[in-house]
C-alpha cells in the first residue's frame, strides 16, 4: 500500500524559511505525481504545489508561487516542499499526497480527488 510520512514543519517568523519532507516507505512512488495540500484553521484543506512523476512538471497554487519549490529525490523515495518569505497566511497543517497518474497535462489543476494516498500532516506556523 505505502505510507507517506512527512516532517520538517515547526515555528517560523514572517520572512523565514522551512523545508518540508514527505518520506515514502512500503513501496515506491517514482511513478506517481506528488503534491503539497495544506488546511488553516476553520478553513478547507487547499492545493499548495504539485510534481510529476519525473520532475519535469511543477504546478503550483498561485498564493505562494516565487515563494515555494517542489522537488523530489528518486533515491530516497522523498519529496520536499522549500518554503521561503513565509507569511503568516501560510499557517496550517502541510499534508503530502501521492497521484497514480503521472501526468495530467501542462494544464492540470491538482485537486484533492485526484490524490490516493495521503501522509498525517505536519504543523506550520508563521508568526507576525
Known amino acids: 500500500q505505502g505510507q507517506l510520512v512527512e516532517s520538517g514543519g515547526g515555528l517560523v517568523q514572517a520572512g523565514g524559511s522551512l523545508r518540508l519532507s514527505c518520506a515514502a516507505s512500503g513501496r515506491s512512488f517514482s511513478n506517481y505525481a506528488m503534491g503539497w495540500f495544506r488546511q488553516a484553521p476553520g478553513k478547507e484543506r487547499e492545493f499548495v504545489a504539485a510534481i510529476n512523476w519525473n520532475g519535469g512538471s511543477t504546478y503550483y497554487a498561485d498564493s505562494v508561487k516565487g515563494r515555494f519549490t517542489i522537488s523530489r529525490d528518486y533515491v530516497k523515495n522523498t519529496e520536499y516542499l522549500q518554503m521561503n518569505s513565509l507569511k503568516p497566511e501560510d499557517t496550517g497543517v502541510y499534508y503530502c499526497?501521492?497521484?497514480?497518474?503521472?501526468?495530467?497535462?501542462?494544464?492540470?489543476?491538482?485537486?484533492?480527488?485526484?490524490?490516493?494516498?495521503w501522509g498525517q500532516g505536519t504543523q506550520v506556523t508563521v508568526t507576525a
Open positions: 499526497a501521492a497521484d497514480r497518474i503521472r501526468w495530467r497535462g501542462s494544464r492540470w489543476q491538482p485537486a484533492i480527488v485526484d490524490f490516493d494516498s
